[in-house]
């Protein structure tokens, strides 16, 4: 009875050494294939080595990039259906905000009588609820290609003005405004808007000489200006502008302040141009607002 009635497996030494390295190697050997399977999937995170060049440029990139011109390569315009298809149909395709509304004749009728280089100049200056250059900047849209966007609109909505021309080479941008010529009424109906825009196709320039007149010689200004200008319209009442001299006809007018009278001038009104549709200096406008209303007293 002194021998132990059961029969112990480990029996020397050496098999308790291997059953204790058993004992803590199987559980670690299984842990470690566990962990391997739930992890199983493909690494992409930070610290693998998974993620291409390609990926890492992308993901490091810096927030804004500056785009590098090369200021004497010409110059590609863009088409005035491109500029109107980017900028300009966010309000003219709907009708948004009062805007003419792309192909409605109706809408574009009365604002293509005006002439090209007027609805030009609202293109660029903007007016009501329009923003300057349909809210461009003239780095990204040159005149020029505002001007053909105004062109592509007003001739799918009636009008058949001439493609504006391309400014020569090196030319400033501003150039692109007075470079588009004026355009042929015949779409536009009315005679007496044809006799206007005929009256005034050679404005712009020819207001250029009576700018910068100053003080003294400002009624002088205001004659030249009206001459080369105003009398477009006003000397025979074309668009039933008030006439030269015509007391009756400016009598109404003149109760008004001449702050406001000279506004009208400035700004536009009814079928009056802003500035009669020249660039001249407000100084000018207001100098011929004087001359006209005192022939008319
Ligand atoms: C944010 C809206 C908006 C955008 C963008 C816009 N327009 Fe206009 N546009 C208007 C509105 C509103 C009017 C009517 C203004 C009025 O008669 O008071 C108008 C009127 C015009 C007229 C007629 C001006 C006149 O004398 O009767 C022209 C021409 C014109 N836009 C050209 C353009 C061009 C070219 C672009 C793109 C480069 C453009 N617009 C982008 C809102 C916009
Ligand atoms: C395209 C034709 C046209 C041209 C060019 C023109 N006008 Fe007029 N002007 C009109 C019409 C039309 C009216 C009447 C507007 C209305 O009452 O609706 C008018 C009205 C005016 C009025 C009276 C505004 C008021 O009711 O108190 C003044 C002032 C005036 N114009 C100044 C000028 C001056 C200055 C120039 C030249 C720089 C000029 N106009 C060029 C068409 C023109």
Redesign the pocket.
């Known amino acids: 009875m002194s021998e132990a009635p059961h029969k112990a497996p480990i029996k020397t030494p050496a098999q308790l050494v291997a059953a204790v390295i058993a004992g803590f190697a199987v559980p670690i050997i299984i842990i470690v294939l566990l962990a391997i399977y739930v992890d199983n999937s493909t690494r992409t995170g930070a610290g693998t080595d998974s993620l291409s060049e390609a990926e890492v440029t992308a993901r490091i990139k810096p927030l804004a990039q500056v785009e590098i011109r090369d200021a004497n390569a010409p110059r590609v315009y863009k088409s005035g259906e491109e500029?109107?298809k980017a900028?300009?149909?966010?309000?003219?395709a709907s009708g948004?905000?009062?805007?003419?509304k792309f192909t409605n004749t109706a809408d574009?009728a009365?604002?293509i009588a005006?002439g090209f280089d007027?609805?030009?100049?609202?293109?660029l200056a903007g007016?009501?609820?329009?923003?300057p250059?349909?809210?461009?900047s003239p780095d990204d849209?040159s005149d020029f290609?505002?001007a053909r966007?105004?062109a592509?609109?007003?001739n799918n909505s009636g009008a058949s003005f001439p493609e504006p021309a391309q400014p020569a080479a090196g030319a400033a941008a501003a150039s692109g405004a007075t470079a588009a010529a004026p355009a042929g009424a015949s779409d536009a109906g009315a005679a007496q808007a044809a006799a206007a825009l005929a009256a005034m196709a050679s404005v712009p320039q020819a207001a250029a000489p009576a700018a910068g007149a100053t003080g003294a010689d400002a009624s002088q200004a205001g004659k030249a200006l009206y001459q080369q200008v105003c009398q477009a319209c006003h000397a025979a009442g074309v668009l039933n502008a008030p006439k030269f001299g015509d007391k009756e006809a400016w009598a109404p007018r003149l109760k008004e302040p001449m702050d406001t009278v000279y506004n009208y001038a400035l700004h536009g009104k009814g079928a009056m141009?802003p500035k009669g549709g020249s660039n001249a200096s407000d100084a000018d406008v207001k100098a011929a607002v004087d001359y006209m209303v005192s022939a008319a007293k």
């Open positions: 500029v109107y900028v300009c149909s966010a309000c003219h948004a905000a009062g805007a003419p574009w009365p604002r005006q007027t609805l030009l100049h609202t293109a007016k009501g609820a329009m923003p250059r349909g809210g461009t849209y290609e505002i966007a105004v592509y609109m007003a141009p």
